[in-house]
């Protein structure tokens, strides 16, 4: 066993029995490309790219992804992760930047750091860090004309001195 990838594309075609109307086929997947690091490997250095990388193995470095990182219950990760969604059964011991979402399972732990736009820490789920809650950029609020005023002033309805 070992380090391998593989690419998988599913093309939908319509099957129909003697007699039967064909079925409209459902467009077509798009391409996954998916690694798998199984255990008893370990990698050393940056892993960087686009798709889906699950570690059964032992990961010492530093992923950059677009996708996904999933760390199985077998897996360990020594370094940071920057990714899109990253699940954690294992162990990571860095920081996390999970773009839309970070998961740590009952069984998962995380020695480091999380900035995220969606949490869930399982019950049993171990996290020894801080958390950051990341949101896309706010629009930036439109300046109106204000009037400042030197004294503080009530309205009518409001009476400041009992009378």
Request: aromatic content about 4%; glycine content about 12%; some cysteine.
């Given at each position: 066993m070992g380090f391998f990838s593989?690419?998988?594309?599913?093309?939908?075609?319509p099957i129909a029995m003697e007699g039967e109307k064909p079925q409209e086929s459902l467009p077509p997947p798009?391409?996954?490309?998916?690694?798998?690091?199984?255990?008893?490997?370990?990698?050393?250095?940056?892993?960087?790219?686009?798709g889906v990388v699950q570690v059964e193995g032992v990961v010492e470095g530093e992923f950059r992804m677009v996708?996904?990182?999933?760390?199985?219950?077998?897996?360990?990760v020594r370094g940071p992760i920057s990714a899109d969604v990253v699940r954690v059964a294992g162990k990571?011991?860095?920081?996390?930047?999970?773009r839309e979402h970070m998961r740590l399972e009952q069984s998962g732990t995380l020695i480091g750091d999380v900035a995220t736009a969606s949490l869930v820490v399982?019950?049993?789920?171990?996290?020894?860090?801080?958390?950051?809650?990341?949101?896309?950029?706010a629009p930036e609020p439109e300046l109106t004309d204000v009037t400042v005023t030197d004294?503080?002033?009530?309205?009518?309805?409001?009476?400041?001195?009992?009378?």
């Amino acid at each position: 066993m070992g380090f391998f990838s593989s690419t998988q594309r599913t093309d939908a075609i319509p099957i129909a029995m003697e007699g039967e109307k064909p079925q409209e086929s459902l467009p077509p997947p798009q391409k996954v490309a998916s690694t798998l690091i199984t255990q008893g490997v370990t990698i050393k250095g940056t892993v960087e790219g686009e798709g889906v990388v699950q570690v059964e193995g032992v990961v010492e470095g530093e992923f950059r992804m677009v996708g996904a990182v999933i760390v199985a219950d077998t897996g360990l990760v020594r370094g940071p992760i920057s990714a899109d969604v990253v699940r954690v059964a294992g162990k990571v011991e860095g920081n996390v930047t999970a773009r839309e979402h970070m998961r740590l399972e009952q069984s998962g732990t995380l020695i480091g750091d999380v900035a995220t736009a969606s949490l869930v820490v399982e019950d049993g789920g171990c996290l020894n860090g801080r958390s950051t809650m990341i949101k896309g950029p706010a629009p930036e609020p439109e300046l109106t004309d204000v009037t400042v005023t030197d004294d503080l002033q009530f309205g009518p309805a409001y009476d400041i001195e009992g009378e």
